[in-house]
Nanobody
Framework: QVQLVESGGGSAEPGGSLRLSCVAS????????MGWYRQAPGKQRELVAN????????HYAEPVKGRFTCSRDNAKNTLYLQMNSLKPEDTGVYYC??????????WGKGTLVTVSS
């Protein structure tokens, strides 16, 4: 069974930076998409960014383009999210997701990011 564990969340001031990591264990299928989602209080979970294992194809949500960078290390089964120029509206719980192609979806338990002055 694939397990995902996020780390790196915390508090930052507006304009600051944080780096999230997500480690996948349990031998996920090599062909997959890993991504970051976030859920702000009172809102639905939304995609932040994702990246495909086969060719590194990246997708970003409009609100984070130019500020966040998603990357992965396939050898380490690790996904990263570098978050710069943080805004209060970036506050939320950030979840890691792995989608096997074909196969199942797996979610981490999330890590809280709080941006405030």
């Amino acid at each position: 069974q694939v397990q995902l564990v996020e780390s790196g969340g915390g508090s930052a001031e507006p304009g600051g930076s944080l780096r999230l990591s997500c480690v996948a264990s349990g031998n996920p299928y090599y062909n997959n998409i890993m991504g970051w989602y976030r859920q702000a209080p009172g809102k639905q979970r939304e995609l932040v960014a994702n990246i495909r294992s086969s060719d590194g194809n990246l997708h970003y949500a409009e609100p984070v383009k130019g500020r966040f960078t998603c990357s992965r290390d396939n050898a380490k089964n690790t996904l990263y999210l570098q978050m710069n120029s943080l805004k209060p509206e970036d506050t939320g719980v950030y979840y890691c997701k792995l989608s096997e192609l074909p196969g199942s979806d797996f979610w981490g338990k999330g890590t809280l990011v709080t941006v405030s002055s």
